[in-house]
């Protein structure tokens, strides 16, 4: 009478194990966003770069995310956690082997069949199935975590795709602001062997003083002096950037990193709007990495859990076994047998214990890498903005000063041809337009290394459309 109850109970608890088992791991923590958050962010940012309208850039940037060596390797880490993920899928189906024994014996006289004399050789084969019941989802947890961890490679690919992409934007705009350079120190050469020349001429027509001739002499100096490092700069930065690409060693060394348009329309790239997307979190592929780095912990830690409870096996086999091979598939030598096994831990409690609090803390870790993640996005979004619009700013105010000091240069050459302005009062003039010049370069490329870091603060670079989904 006693049994009923039992029976009742033990079902109570593989229907509840079972519930347990399907459960869905738990959503990530929520945190408390800022309240201006908007809409006004673009909405489309996947391809962020064609709105440079620049067909060079666009070819730059298709060509790293193809051929880059750390995306490439990220996406070996995508194959590597689909392998994972059949494995665990494997897992889940019965065990089925196909098998061919031999085995040549020769019983002693003492354990011996009666009438089985002399060495004999036995064939035994067929069919054995194997097949682990997963009563309270320890194996469909582990599919969970293996499925979670697919995401996450997939997340951390398109990361990586993110950062190759703005870091090829940045090199490429570095690359025309040190070209904008050279050129800007090669007409500044041309300018001060000129002047030289002429002081050269004065001062042998005795027009000209010794301390005039040596002030061309040094802003000459100064200039060549310049010039050769800025082209290094330019050899250096075009290296780089061809590693960047993943070209070859020959084309590194020999090959040219194309042009396209300059500083000047590159900077003229619309507007950001500045204003935070309310759906930053789930536009930045970190943050969702973070997330289902999250859900892979939960999963684990739900499968390490179930270790403490029982597992049922089952077994069968069908075949044949025979003295001799040709006999192997008659009917009289046919066999088969079916069997089951129920294993509870009981020492080894001690080391399961082990791997839940291993388990614990790795959730707990995640939990917190996905915080971080979480927080990080919006100190970055809010670092990017503050950088785009002080670049804006500071690339109006440098624009103006290059217009006043071109006009202070040609007042100072008027001064100068009436007599009343010195040759140092020139030569600083025109040793200040190039520093106004140069200045402007470095804003321009400033203003378009701001407009790409906040393009991929608030997620841009990639697109949920590359994502391949492995339920």
């Known amino acids: 009478m006693k049994s009923k109850p039992m029976q009742s109970s033990l079902l109570a608890l593989l229907v509840a194990a079972g519930l347990a088992g399907c459960a869905g791991t738990a959503p990530p923590p929520s945190f408390a966003l800022p309240a ?244 930053l979190l789930t536009r930045r592929p970190d943050v969702r990495r973070a997330e289902a780095q999250l859900a892979v912990a939960e999963a684990s830690l739900g499968e390490t859990r179930r270790r403490y409870f029982p597992s049922l096996s089952l077994t069968g086999f069908f075949g044949g076994e025979s003295l001799k091979l040709s006999n192997l598939l008659d009917a009289p030598a046919r066999t088969w047998n079916v069997g089951a096994a129920l294993l509870q831990p009981l020492v080894g409690l001690a080391r399961i214990d082990a791997q839940v609090e291993a388990a614990k803390a790795s959730r707990n870790q995640a939990e917190l890498a996905y915080a971080q993640a979480a927080r990080a996005a919006y100190g970055d979004a809010r670092s990017a903005l503050a950088g785009h619009r002080a670049a804006r700013e500071a690339l109006i105010a440098t624009q103006t000063r290059v217009d006043s000091q071109n006009k202070v240069k040609q007042l100072t050459e008027l001064r100068y041809k009436a007599g009343a302005s010195s040759y140092l009062d020139l030569l600083n003039a025109e040793r200040d337009r190039l520093g106004a010049e140069r200045d402007r370069v470095s804003a321009l490329q400033n203003r378009l290394a701001a407009l790409v870091t906040v393009y991929q603060s608030l997620g841009g670079g990639w697109s949920t459309a590359t994502l391949v989904k492995a339920e």
Request: proline residues 4%.
């Open 36 to 279: 201006h958050q908007s809409e006004t962010a673009p909405a489309e940012l996947s391809a962020w770069w064609t709105s440079f309208d620049d067909a060079t850039l666009k070819s730059l940037i298709e060509e790293a995310l193809s051929h880059n060596a750390e995306v490439m390797t990220a996406m070996q880490s995508v194959e590597q956690s689909r392998s994972t993920l059949t494995q665990a899928r494997v897992a889940l189906l019965p065990d089925v082997n196909l098998g061919l024994n031999a085995n040549r014996r020769n019983p002693s006289n003492e354990t011996g069949q009666p009438g089985q004399t002399g060495t004999s050789t036995v064939y035994n084969g067929g069919l054995s199935v194997s097949y682990e019941l997963d009563l309270w989802g320890r194996v469909w947890k582990a599919k969970d975590a293996a499925l979670a961890n697919v995401l996450a490679s997939q997340y951390a690919r398109e990361a990586t795709r993110s950062a190759v992409a703005a870091q090829t934007a940045q090199s490429y705009f570095t690359l025309l602001a040190l070209d904008a350079n050279v050129a800007l120190l090669s007409q500044s050469m041309t300018t001060r062997d000129e002047a030289f020349k002429l002081q050269q001429k004065r001062f042998d027509l005795g027009a000209a003083s010794d301390y005039e001739l040596k002030l061309a002499e040094v802003e000459r100096s100064s200039v060549a002096a310049a010039l050769p490092q800025a082209v290094a700069a330019r050899e250096q930065a075009e290296a780089a950037l061809a590693v960047l690409l993943g070209r070859s060693p020959k084309e590194v060394i020999e090959g040219r990193v194309e042009r396209g348009k300059g500083l000047e329309i590159l900077a003229k790239a619309p507007e950001i709007p500045a204003g935070l997307p309310a759906d």
